[in-house]
């Protein structure tokens, strides 16, 4: 162990309680619990394997339960992640992961695009490996990364929906944005799923990604601090989204795009609890001015 993580373990006795604290306070809302929805068919897009897991893999396996037939589109190969693997090796064993972990899941079908990790494009070529799998799948509800994200292929993978459902044909689909490593401000949530009856699978799911040499423990103390959004004691834990239509989708991502922000250098990553703070607070006025920036043309 080196000498910062060690530092942060040493920490941790008196750094969570107060991030805990905190935050409880951070996602103090008084919003109405969501439905899950009735829908039939669900797409999950996630830039790579374990970002659906992290973001909704509560939310998912409760699609699951109601008896929806939920796919996962993986928009990269997944083979330059935090690891001491070689590339090939580390994309084979991140899908046979995927394979395991869906064994707990239970989605319908896991698809690949295989674009380079670390380099995702909204281009032609990847614009049509999208088009024909929402054709073939015929979504009616898809999950996406969301507007502001410090990992580029996240923001690059949003940028590819909004891109593809310019050319789809079907409007009638809702959207709804997930969190991964970059916090959505609280105020800026409008659907929160109570995962209070998955929560353990999605634990379960999570520690099956061996291959990760990063902690998980940050997203899922997450969950739990997004159970005071609702004013509901029996929530425990939450998965919290930004639902809309794909045409304002379209247009609030077109209108922030064109800012062209530098995300990656101002946010940090919301994976371990000891760092909590620091992943939600960092630079968050601004974070939360981009969020406004997206409404106005």
Not at 148 to 165: G, I, K, M, N, S
Not at 282 to 290: A, E, F, L
């Amino acid at each position: 162990m080196n000498l910062k993580k060690t530092l942060m373990h040493a920490g941790e006795p008196v750094i969570n309680p107060i991030t805990k604290a905190v935050l409880k306070n951070h996602y103090q809302r008084n919003l109405t619990l969501s439905e899950l929805g009735s829908f039939q068919k669900v797409v999950v897009l996630a830039p790579h394997m374990d970002d659906e897991t992290i973001g909704l893999g509560g939310t998912i396996r409760r699609h699951v339960e109601a008896g929806a037939e939920v796919h996962c589109i993986f928009s990269t190969d997944g083979a330059s992640s935090e690891s001491d693997l070689p590339k090939e090796e580390l994309s084979r064993r991140r899908k046979l992961e995927m394979e395991k972990v869906n064994t707990v899941l239970n989605m319908e079908q896991i698809h690949y695009m295989d674009l380079p990790d670390g380099h995702v494009e909204s281009n032609e070529l990847s614009q049509q490996k999208l088009l024909n799998l929402l054709e073939q799948i015929d979504p009616d509800l898809i999950y996406c990364t969301p507007f502001v994200d410090a990992h580029p292929d996240h923001t690059a993978t949003t940028a590819l929906l909004a891109d593809t459902l310019k050319k789809w044909q079907k409007k009638d689909v809702i959207i709804r944005l997930y969190e991964i490593n970059c916090p959505i401000p609280p105020n800026e949530i409008n659907c929160v799923i109570d995962i209070s009856s998955t929560y353990d699978t999605k634990k379960q799911a999570i520690d099956m990604f061996e291959s990760q040499v990063i902690a998980f423990d940050g997203f899922l103390e997450l969950n739990r601090l997004k159970a005071n959004l609702v004013k509901d004691s029996s929530v425990h834990a939450a998965e919290g989204f930004i639902q809309l239509s794909p045409q304002a989708f379209i247009e609030e991502f077109d209108t922030l795009r064109k800012k062209n922000y530098p995300y990656a250098s101002l946010f940090k990553q919301a994976n371990r609890t000891v760092t909590l703070l620091w992943a939600v607070y960092r630079n968050y006025p601004q974070k939360k001015q981009m969020y406004q920036e997206r409404l106005f043309k």
